[in-house]
């Protein structure tokens, strides 16, 4: 195992491990807590927080949080009290291809003659403004930071200043 040990382990009472893994396993249940339910589970089979951070996609910082968490809750209540992201987990596909080809485009062929270059504001209100016409109204409330960290899996460049 690499990595700083917790200072104690997750343990799982009567039951608990298996409502983790039928709320993990469950495709009726919210992705995040399907996650979350995930994660502790890492956690009950000891692994550090960096690879569990590694293995669900998510932060050091989350994981941490949602591990210290548990014993107070326990396991169950912790995965049900999780917040729901307002916004998809993933934007992958022709949403993700319309986002990096609206970005290629200069504001002015989109009639935007106020704009010199795209910031990550100013890309983000255009797509949570146009989504619906292009047919991704998923994207309605995408956040600037979603469409920096789209453009970076695109490989494009992300000053800054403009896109």
Not at 130 to 155: F, M, N
Request: charged share 25%; net charge positive; with cysteine.
């Amino acid at each position: 195992m690499t990595g700083r040990p917790r200072k104690h382990m997750l343990e799982a009472g009567p039951g608990e491990r298996e409502s983790l893994e039928h709320i993990r396993s469950n495709p009726d249940v919210h992705p995040r807590k399907r996650l979350g339910a995930a994660i502790l589970l890492y956690a009950l089979d000891g692994l550090t927080t960096a690879k569990i951070a590694e293995k669900a996609g998510m932060s050091q910082s989350f994981v941490a949080g949602l591990i210290r968490q548990a014993p107070l809750l326990g396991l169950k209540e912790t995965v049900e009290a999780m917040p729901l992201c307002r916004h998809p987990l993933k934007i992958a596909g022709a949403a993700a291809a319309w986002v990096c080809e609206l970005a290629k485009k200069s504001p002015a062929d989109l009639g935007l003659n106020r704009l010199y270059a795209w910031s990550m504001e100013s890309l983000a209100g255009y797509i949570r403004s146009h989504c619906e016409e292009a047919g991704y109204p998923e994207l309605s409330r995408i956040a600037k930071s979603t469409v920096w960290h789209l453009l970076r899996q695109d490989g494009q460049d992300t000053g800054q200043n403009s896109v």
